[in-house]
């Protein structure tokens, strides 16, 4: 078996994303506060969704960070998709929010005032969220932190919002049609709506074990077929997961019943060595087994991924 190494600990991350959400949504209420604009609120109250997806996060990257122990043999990385599902079912109450606000807003319409000044400020915290939001993106892919990267592109996801809004109060301001404001509101909250369904999608895909990428698959398959030999070695059985930033890989590998345990175990151990090289952060378990004996080929798994390379190494 290869192990993986120790979950770094990423809460620094966490921390920088709860000090950018509370700036920003400083920033967005006083600009809603100057403005009175709904679409402003809207914008806001997103920024309130980052600050407690923030915190969640947090406790999910702490979680994260512990070594394995007796009781949680696999450890805790799995806690990252839930801060992502977390995080996705709340987009789905900020926008029920902005939703039901804008539609008081149209049937009870009122003036936006000083719209330059708010425009202004929401720039800035735009420009702000889309810093922050690139560098999460960056540091999740690199430490493969399911829970970083979401909350990365949230940042990012508003600040295409708040490019929105403010393109909207630009038009408000040039054709003095007030119900503009209110229309755009809503069309936020439309928008936030599919970023919540791709944050569940990618959360509850995580925690059903669902297969790794299609090409680290294929990486895996193509180091067991560089060690394939007709009639005498052969792998099979081969299933992949992945859990927050570590990859688990099983896979059955048979050698000729007259090579000796040494033998098996030298092979395996310079197949799992090749794998870990290629997908680092990866616990493999491989499962030597006689080629010549029947029983070797019952234990193949319901489900499992198929050594050829084409689309069905999925």
Excluded: C
Aim: net charge negative.
């Amino acid at each position: 078996m290869s192990n993986s190494e120790q979950t770094p600990n990423l809460t620094k991350y966490a921390w920088l994303s709860i000090a950018v959400a509370i700036i920003t949504i400083a920033l967005k209420a006083g600009a809603y506060f100057l403005t009175g604009s709904v679409s402003l609120l809207s914008d806001a109250m997103e920024s309130v969704v980052n600050l407690v997806a923030a915190v969640i996060a947090l406790i999910a990257l702490t979680l994260a960070a512990k070594p394995a122990s007796s009781r949680y043999t696999y450890g805790r990385t799995k806690a990252e998709y839930f801060s992502a599902a977390v995080e996705g079912a709340m987009i789905f109450g900020a926008a029920a929010l902005i939703i039901f606000a804008a539609i008081q807003r149209l049937l009870n319409p009122a003036p936006v005032e000083s719209l330059g000044i708010g425009i202004l400020i929401s720039v800035i915290a735009a420009l702000i969220n889309g810093a922050a939001g690139y560098y999460l993106v960056k540091v999740g892919r690199k430490h493969r932190s399911v829970t970083l990267e979401a909350d990365g592109k949230h940042l990012l996801t508003d600040l295409v919002t708040s490019a929105g809004v403010v393109l909207g109060l630009i038009l408000v301001i040039l054709t003095g049609w007030q119900q503009l404001d209110p229309i755009i509101a809503i069309l936020v909250a439309l928008n936030i709506i599919r970023m919540g369904i791709e944050l569940l999608r990618q959360s509850v895909a995580g925690l059903l074990d669902v297969t790794l990428p299609k090409e680290e698959n294929k990486q895996i398959v193509e180091i067991l077929q560089s060690h394939s030999r007709e009639g005498a070695i052969s792998f099979h059985g081969l299933q992949t997961r992945q859990a927050g930033r570590h990859r688990f890989i099983n896979v059955d590998l048979q050698v000729p019943g007259s090579w000796s345990v040494k033998d098996g175990h030298d092979l395996a151990m310079i197949v799992e060595d090749e794998i870990q090289a290629a997908l680092p952060d990866s616990t493999i378990v491989t499962h030597v087994e006689p080629i010549e004996d029947e029983s070797s080929y019952l234990d193949i798994p319901v489900g499992y991924i198929p050594l050829e390379l084409d689309d069905e190494v999925r």
